[in-house]
């Protein structure tokens, strides 16, 4: 999908770390490529459907093309079952930041910029049994049970987010919002780094949503996702990937590829939005590039 042509790499200092983040398909491992073949640094992953082992084509991890380039960590290194957070991947960040490594942070999940550059409330681990209830009480019921403060703070229509406050409230009794006012200093402040958003306008980025799913299908993606046909289970982080479970009602017989095809590319359209979304709201003050003028 390339990398931005028309940025000006003399604008990235290459003494400091370097943040990337925008929606999925706008370019941002192109231009973390472009950076590290001009001035070094190792590409660490910011995606938190990368992490995973068990997705390569249907993530867009980088592929073997691109390790040949550049070094790269924190890329399909956590089993598909495995727990991860935020709280882990900061915590593999963390000696990056001190060892000599220039990182180039890049990827799309920004909940994980946001605790690096902002700080991570130290939250006690939700205990299973507070999960599995979660999991079966409806989206407005888990609203309900929510402080007001929690409520201003969270993106209600987003159901992960929700029931993670809900989890949050019942398991330790404290809101998520209060335990957000306790957060501790931030592991690399926006000050100390290059921080760029890729503004990435909807009719430009959905056209490449739509190209880089069907590469992704051309690319052996429908095989990645019957390999893991006995492994799914719905209720794992890992196998909520966009498309993953679009592509799974077509390897269950459950719809045609069409249908599946139709289903994934909304949901990554979607996801790009609330990810736009995110970046309006928490990254007003970084180097906005628009990568659809190059």
Known sequence: ????????????DPRRPVLIAGPTASGKSGLALAIAEAQGGVIVNADASQVYDCWQVVTARPDAADLARAPHLLYGHVAHDAPYSAGHWLREVAPLLSDGTRPIIVGGTGLYFTALTKGLAEIPATPDHVRKRGDAIPLADLLAALDAETIARIDTNNRARVQRAWEVLQATGRGLAAWHDDTPPPLLPEGAATCIALSSPPDWLNARIAQRFDMMLAGGALD????????????????RAIGVPELMAYAQGDATLDEAREAAVIATRQYAKRQRTWQRSKMAHWRWVDPSSG
């Open 224 to 239: 990645e996702v019957a390999a893991m046909r006995d492994r799914y289970d719905p209720a794992l982080p890992s196998c």
């Open 1 to 12: 999908m390339g990398a931005l042509g028309s940025f000006d790499l003399s604008l990235v």
